[in-house]
């Protein structure tokens, strides 16, 4: 009789015991960060009627640049996104330790995002799981590659928990992350993921993140149109890569200040945004799902589009813990409906495939830009709740991705990386 082989039932219940933790951690930063914009954008419609509530939110966001920008100068390593410090971390050319970044990213995470600076808790998400899943293998002793597989794991059952997207986060997680698929890897990974997923779901519900209903596959006969789309969003992630990889140039402008402030500048900024468009606050699935309910007109989506992009780069260049994953799905929802409706109006495509493209240009904007093309396929299946669209969403994320790999374009999170090691060695 052969014995029973326990390593791999361990594997999982390590990626269980990871995957609990973080959904409680980041379910709990995903409720805060939500509740803390919808009451910011109350607050910004009662200013209409109450003007002299403008310098409340004046000297709430003064307030939360202090006590950021504090976080930033104790702790460096919760700046910005997240994800590049976790993919030094996998590739053993950077270190942390968890408690300080855990805490710190958590507080300075919710207030930076909260506050309605264009930014993504994804990223975040993906460092609190991380660092959770790093304080997690601390107590179980872990060390070397243990180690790194728990690293991953949190990672994934971060991102799968600010989501619920268990798969594509795993997949994302070893794809543009971990850049390897050792056995024992997997496991862990899916097992934390899903686990994650469940607490979230439990305190969220079930329904997709952008769960948007349509009712037509994109016919086969009108193909070059997303021949043309997957181009138009590899030209356009390219200008996208390169924005934010040099905001350091537009941050120059203020030297004069001490860099761990820098946040002030989006959050003054945000405030005339707020006041006028409310509803683009945040990192933009509520934007997603508005303009996937009812397109705007071309006028407005040029609008939404270009403060959405401007706006999202100086939001993350001032260095905030917030991320730029949801903040590129919304850029590509808007480029996918200005693109739809200007085909509408030229009497080239029926109004009712709109959506369609909403759909697919989210998917193919962020595989160009990530160069993670299987990723963006699988996490907007899951996000959407619907797989009727994957031939659409594998043509234009695959074009879109040649066309970025033919410009020299490199995976965005990669080249943060790089940046950063950069930085750390100036220092």
């Known amino acids: 009789m052969q014995r029973l082989n326990w390593k791999q039932i361990a594997y999982l219940w390590d990626g269980a015991i990871i995957g609990l933790a973080v959904g409680a951690v980041v379910s709990l930063f995903r409720w805060l960060i939500e509740t803390d914009l919808n009451w910011v954008k109350e607050l910004y419609q009662w200013t209409h009627a109450n003007h002299w509530g403008m310098v409340i939110i004046l000297m709430i966001n003064l307030i939360i640049c202090f006590i950021v920008g504090r976080l930033i100068q104790a702790t460096p390593d919760i700046k910005g996104s997240g994800i590049p410090q976790v993919e030094g971390q996998l590739a053993n050319q950077l270190d942390y330790p968890f408690w300080p970044v855990l805490w710190k990213k958590f507080i ?12 993504g808790r994804e990223g975040p998400s993906i460092q609190l799981g991380s660092t959770t899943a790093q304080g997690v293998a601390k107590l179980q002793g872990l060390n070397g590659s243990a180690r790194r597989v728990a690293i991953a794991a949190g990672a994934a059952a971060g991102l799968a928990a600010a989501f619920n997207a268990p798969i594509a986060s795993s997949l994302f997680v070893l794809e543009e992350i971990y ?5 024992r890897v997997w496991p862990t990974t899916i097992c934390a993921s899903i686990a994650a997923n469940l607490v979230s779901t439990e305190l969220f519900g079930l329904t997709p993140v952008l769960h948007i209903e349509y009712a037509h596959p994109f016919p086969l006969n009108q193909y070059w149109i997303l021949i043309v789309l997957g181009i138009l969003l590899g030209l356009s992630g390219i200008i996208y890569q390169q924005t934010t990889l040099h905001l350091d140039r537009f941050y120059r402008l203020f030297n004069w200040m001490p860099s ?3 946040v002030v500048v989006p959050l003054l900024l945000v405030i005339p945004i707020g006041y006028f468009i409310p509803d683009t606050l945040g990192g933009g699935n509520g934007l997603i799902l508005s303009v996937a309910h009812s397109v705007p007109g071309l006028g407005i989506l040029l609008v939404y589009l270009l403060v959405r992009f401007i706006f999202s780069a100086i939001s993350y260049g001032s260095g905030v813990p917030g991320g730029i994953f949801l903040p590129i799905l919304t850029l590509g929802a808007l480029l996918g409906a200005l693109y739809g409706q200007g085909l509408v109006v030229l009497h080239l495509m029926p109004a009712g495939l709109v959506i369609n493209l909403i759909i697919i240009a989210m998917a193919a904007y962020f595989a160009c830009i990530t160069k993670s093309p299987f990723t963006a396929i699988l996490l907007i299946t899951e996000m959407v709740g619907t797989v009727t669209h994957l031939m659409s969403l594998a043509v234009v994320s695959l074009i879109a991705y040649a066309v970025v790999d033919l410009l020299n374009g490199k995976p965005i999170y990669s080249q943060m990386l790089t940046n950063l090691l950069k930085t750390k060695a100036k220092n």
């Open 260 to 262: 761990q402030y820098l």
């Open 179 to 183: 850049h390897e698929f050792p056995l």
């Open 108 to 119: 300075g995470g919710v207030l930076a995002i909260g506050s309605g600076l264009f930014l």
